[in-house]
């Protein structure tokens, strides 16, 4: 049992992610490493395969609180909600005014800033940190999404620096916002990795199904995609899973895993929170409902038994997979579009001081969408913060113009062929939608008004009219406000 105060830093919650994070923090020049788990096992297990890393361990909470040197600051990496509720309440009777409490799990933002609320009175912080990269980033420097108070950043931050990923030379973290804009950024970062994975699919499935290639040649492909404007860690991943072959039946991997995707829920959160906040994220969207289309077995099944024949596949051409690489390309950058415009979205709404720039910053290296591409979106909006959407970013403009034609024949190949495409058709039709002179939205507002009285304005004079439908037919001049 250690009762001395030598540590710096402490983590509580042994999984995974807890060990990694440890691991890392002890692997830094000047740490001394707390660590805590509710079942002793899982700590003496940690603490004796890793001698190096000079951990301490605790076997009881008061145990871990007394380790730690003031002000005391735990990381609490345990499963989100319930879990963190528990030893998060556990902490704060412990602690003392001007110690932090992080909390590093995928937490639901709005838990971050109640749970901030609760904590302020007694003076202890509570920080809500967006943690990305999965067990290796953890290891060896992840992108790291901090949201709380400046205060507590100043003690947080060089800690958090030490351990995060370096892209060109700089830290991947900032201090994004305060009470849970750490964790809403990890909530947009999380959808966006939602949208770049089914588009990764896609472009699979289209290479498979129209283009004829097996998965060890799609890997070829994806590796040579992954030396241009589309490298980035999803794709490198997908190249070796591609390749990967199953050591029980020799058939590609890919072949041999049920092709039904799970979740853990904070796409399901990108969402609600995006239709909340009115902000169209329809490419962040399919890619989340594709999901569960993929688990509706029942479903899939039957409308297997009724059909009676599937559209003939189209042949590719031989500019196929360039024009698979454009449409992914384009479709990427509609997701990303979507995603910061959530964020600025949430960023008006809770009052944060989201900066964009930073934000595509820390995004590029140690989080699961890093990418070679996130340098140029930071570029964009460091040039121009006030652009309304990464479309009409100079650069971004012209290589969506650029792939514009292939990514049409693209989704027009997939929905010839019957090859399921919903991102890349849902990204086509926002930039469509984005694009068009005209909207049907006028039709949609005329049926408003015949039905419900809804009113509308017209192009050509202010103010807000109705149309007497079910009588004469005159138009009525309401006032100045739709409704
Ligand atoms: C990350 C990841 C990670 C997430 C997993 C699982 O940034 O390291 O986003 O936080 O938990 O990717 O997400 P799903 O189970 O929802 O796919």
Redesign the pocket.
């Given at each position: 049992m250690n009762t001395r105060a030598t540590a710096n830093i402490g983590v509580v919650g042994l999984a995974v992610?807890g060990s990694n994070l440890a691991r890392n923090l002890a692997s830094r020049e000047g740490n001394t490493v707390a660590v805590y788990n509710r079942t002793r096992e899982r700590t003496d297990e940690l603490v004796s395969r890793h001698p190096e890393a000079g951990l301490v361990a605790a076997a009881s909470i008061d145990d871990f609180v007394a380790s730690l040197a003031r002000p005391r600051t735990a990381i609490v990496m345990v499963r989100a909600g319930a879990g963190t509720d528990a030893v998060v309440d556990q902490l704060a009777e412990r602690f003392e005014p001007g110690d932090i409490i992080v909390d590093g799990g995928?937490a639901d933002f709005q838990d971050t800033i109640a749970r901030e609320k609760r904590l302020a009175p007694t003076g202890v912080h509570f920080v809500g940190v967006?943690?990305?990269?999965?067990e290796e980033?953890?290891l060896n420097g992840?992108?790291i999404m901090p949201g709380g108070s400046a205060e507590s950043y100043r003690t947080l931050g060089p800690v958090l620096a030490s351990i995060a990923a370096v892209a060109e030379g700089e830290p991947c973290v900032t201090h994004v916002g305060t009470d849970g804009a750490g964790h809403f950024v990890?909530m947009i970062?999380?959808g966006i990795?939602?949208a770049d994975?089914q588009l990764i699919g896609e472009a699979y499935d289209l290479l498979r199904t129209v283009g004829g290639l097996r998965p060890h040649a799609i890997a070829d492909v994806f590796a040579e995609w992954n030396k241009g404007p589309l490298e980035s860690y999803l794709i490198e991943i997908t190249a070796e899973i591609l390749r990967q072959a199953d050591p029980a039946t020799g058939q590609p991997f890919v072949d041999v895993v049920l092709d039904q995707?799970?979740?853990?829920?904070?796409?399901?959160w990108t969402v609600q929170n995006a239709l909340d906040l009115g902000v169209p994220v329809g490419g962040i969207a399919e890619a989340v409902f594709a999901?569960s289309v993929s688990g509706r077995s029942a479903q899939r099944a039957a409308v297997r038994r009724v059909i009676t024949s599937r559209p003939e596949v189209r042949k590719a051409d031989d500019t196929f997979v360039q024009d698979v690489a454009a449409a992914l390309y384009a479709s990427k950058v509609v997701a990303y579009a979507q995603g910061f415009d959530a964020i600025v979205a949430g960023a008006e709404k809770y009052g944060w001081d989201l900066r964009k720039d930073r934000i595509a910053r820390i995004w590029r290296g140690g989080?699961?969408?890093r990418a070679r591409f996130l340098n140029r979106i930071a570029e964009a909006y460091t040039e121009n913060p006030h652009i309304t959407t990464l479309l009409e970013a100079p650069y971004f403009a012209w290589a969506v113009a650029e792939g514009e034609a292939a990514w049409r024949r693209v989704v027009a190949t997939a929905a010839l062929s019957g090859v399921p495409a919903p991102g890349f058709g849902a990204a086509l039709s926002y930039y469509d939608s984005l694009a068009a002179e005209r909207l049907p939205a006028a039709l949609i507002q005329g049926q408003r008004d015949f039905f419900g009285a809804h009113t509308y304005r017209r192009v050509d004079r202010q103010g807000v009219f109705h149309t007497e439908w079910s009588g004469s037919r005159t138009e009525i001049t309401m006032g100045t406000a739709a409704h």
């Open positions: 992610m995928n967006g943690i990305s990269g999965g980033g953890a992840p992108s990890k970062h999380n990795e939602y994975m995707a799970g979740s853990k829920g904070t796409g399901v999901r989080c699961i969408i």
